[in-house]
């Protein structure tokens, strides 16, 4: 009897044995999934702030643009108004080493190519040259006198907006449009106008 019950004890232990290990062994996938889950919220929270910070520059950058074309087309309206080819009959030098920029047909818009030119124009004023520069708008023979006087003013202002972005002073520049009034082309045709569509960095003398 007493070896009967000593025996009971035993299993009775044995069994307590199991339970307890099998209880540690379950218990331990849970914390490994614990441990994934807090990882994960980790990595999305950095995904999330480095998303933000991505955001807060693009918008920063943004307003920095906004602000200095801003400032520059401010600084244009306080230039003096072109001046009406017809009442100055003064020559003007073209300046050599600051190229010319051409344009699309009936339009004042800068091409990427003028712009890259009017870059490196930036550079030579603000490096070598400190006279003072007349941009000169100029159109091809098609359209009416008044209308192309007006043309060509804008595209001696969409050219002086851009280098007053490139930080050439205001001071140093002024605009004046020819119109169709001095072609380099005189030809009637595509070529031609081609040519003709233009604003050229000139000086008076």
Known sequence: MRKDFIGALLLLSFGLLLMTGCAKDQVKPDEGIAETKAASAVSDADKQKAAAERAAAERAAAERAAAERAAAERAAAEIAPPEKAAVQPQFEAVIPELKMINFDFDSYVLSQQAREILSANAEYLLKKYKGKVKLEGHCDERGSD??????????????????????????QLSIISYGKERPLDKGSNEEAWAKNRRVEFAVIK
Not at 156 to 170: D, F, M, R, S
């Open 146 to 171: 008044e209308y192309n006087l007006a043309l060509g003013e804008n595209r001696a202002k969409a050219a002086l907006t851009y280098l007053l972005t490139l930080g050439v002073p205001a001071d």
